[in-house]
């Protein structure tokens, strides 16, 4: 007997994932109505996989539904960001508390070399903004997995797509 092979995504799914992406590049602004019809047209797709992915956009916080207007590119306010970096601060203080308990050496001089990058990254005489975010994610990423939630890592993923809007 063989394999059962993996299913295909489903198509709301790559629809999402097309429209998260116009989201950050901001080809899609905030607080701009999301023409359905002309992107599930564009796209040649019935609306229903467009309303699906919406709705998944919707949970995500990458979009607003008002009723009987349609679906919107969130809008994040400096109130919505001072939230969002505050559940940040106490999700990730609780994996380091973790990582600081149970991390293997070798995790933990991981997660030492990724943070002098860090520093390196930073120097005034040499600030690398690029690098210095991107090495920040990557830290961020590792001290999340090694702490091995998997409900704290999808809620520390969902805020940081709203930080990206």
Known sequence: ????SLAPRALYEEVAELLRQRIFSRELEPGSWIDELKIAHDYGISRTPMREALK???TEGLVTMKVRRGAYVTEVSERDLA???HLLSLLESDAAGVVAHTAADVQMAELQALHQALEDAARPEQVDRERFFEINERFHMRLLEIADNRWRNQMVADLRKVMKL
């Open 56 to 58: 998944v956009l919707a």
């Open 83 to 85: 939230d969002v970096y």
């Open 1 to 4: 007997m063989s394999a059962p």
